[in-house]
């Protein structure tokens, strides 16, 4: 019996980027660098996109995020699929005004009547010593911007659904890509891709003692801290958010209501996270189910560090999580 294909979310990213080229000449892609004659991006992610479908639907940009984001934004407003690649997130700090004050605003300002049909990808992660510029995980300020959708994925199969969602979604999507993670294989999508929808999280282990709300790369962190704990009799059940906003309310809180015990984890800083959103819906919703407090997990308050021992201590790991879990448990 042959063996599923391994492949990476590299891949796969471009693989969804093809097809959705193919199946709408609306979308289009722009980005420093993005075209071949420039390799296809820094990381190859649209690599052959502008030989087979030309340079006027495949564009390499001047370095210059405002203009990316600006043209984007232009584009979708007249009917286009704009898809804008920044090539990390913390340069999303250059083009805030476009994405926060026009982006996500103008179906709220023209009373429904104008779509916003963007797809912002964005890459990012912690363990290349790439220092404090270059490895922010900062989904909390597009989270706390109405009008935004936010989606990541924690393995190769779904990053090429959920981005084909995201790239026919009619309103802004910020997309998550992690660097460290580019080149991880995973199973291969079953091709033609079909779409993940968005707002719905998958339970990627099936557990009764607690569960681990997570996304990202900390997916594949509590699923090896679930993994060592079993060998305890603790079984952890875990959930992959997949889309932060809007986040599976209901998987959420079902899932909890089961096993009476969370932990909710992220590569971002703890402070004002992600998680801390998720914590108090589920304490408000379900306090009398509770067993113990939702414990959350996080980076510190910290710029990320160019060292890389304390690179590695500023990641959460397996051990901290494994720690929170344990916490809930007592």
Known sequence: MSQPKKVTPLETINAALHQAMEADSSVILFGEDV?????????????????????????????????????????????????????????????????INHAAKLRFMSGGQTAMPLTIRVTTGAGFSTAGQHSDYLEAWFAHTPGLKVVTYSNAADAAGLLLSSIFDDDPVIFIENLPGYWVKGDAPVMPIEPIPLGKAAIVREGSDVTVVTYGPQVAVAMNAAEKLSKDGIDVEVLDLRTIVPWDRDAVLSSVAKTGRAVVTHEAVKAFGVGAEISSVIHEELFSQLKAPVQRVGAPSSTVPYSKPLEMAFIPSVEKVEAAIRKALA
Do not use: H, Y
């Open 35 to 99: 075209a071949d004659p420039e390799e296809g991006g820094v990381n190859g992610a649209s690599r052959g996109l502008s030989t087979k479908f030309g340079d006027s639907r495949v564009r390499s940009t001047p370095i210059s995020e405002q203009a990316i984001i600006g043209a984007a934004v232009g584009s979708a407003m007249v009917g286009m699929r704009p898809i804008a690649e920044i090539m990390l997130m913390n340069f999303t700090t250059v083009a805030m005004d476009m994405i």
